[in-house]
C-alpha cells in the first residue's frame, strides 16, 4: 500500500512536469508572468533520489522489511 502510494504520487508529479514542460503553462497556478521551472523540479527529484539510494545502502534496506 505505502509503495503503491508514492508510485502514484510520483506518476502524477512526472505528468504534471509533462504539460508544464510541453506547453508552457503552469497547471495549478492562474497568474501572469510566471514561468514554469522544470528544471528546479528535476534537480530536486535526482538529489532526493541520491539521499534515497545512500540511505538504503546505509541500511541496508530491504522492500519486505516495510511491511515488519
Same mark, same amino acid.
Given at each position: 500500500?505505502?509503495?503503491?502510494?508514492?508510485? =502514484?504520487?510520483?506518476? &502524477?508529479?512526472?505528468?504534471? #512536469?509533462?504539460?508544464?514542460?510541453?506547453?508552457? @503553462? $503552469?497547471?495549478?497556478?492562474?497568474a501572469?508572468?510566471?514561468?514554469?521551472? =522544470?528544471?528546479?523540479? &528535476?534537480?530536486?527529484?535526482? #538529489?532526493?533520489?541520491?539521499?534515497?539510494?545512500? @540511505? $538504503?545502502?546505509?541500511?541496508?534496506?530491504?522492500?519486505?522489511?516495510?511491511?515488519?
Open positions: 500500500m505505502f509503495a503503491s502510494f508514492w508510485s =502514484v504520487t510520483g506518476l &502524477l508529479l512526472v505528468g504534471k #512536469l509533462f504539460y508544464e514542460y510541453t506547453t508552457g @503553462e $503552469i497547471l495549478f497556478v492562474n501572469d508572468g510566471f514561468k514554469p521551472l =522544470v528544471e528546479s523540479h &528535476l534537480s530536486g527529484a535526482v #538529489l532526493g533520489a541520491i539521499f534515497a539510494a545512500v @540511505e $538504503i545502502v546505509r541500511r541496508g534496506w530491504a522492500p519486505q522489511t516495510i511491511l515488519e
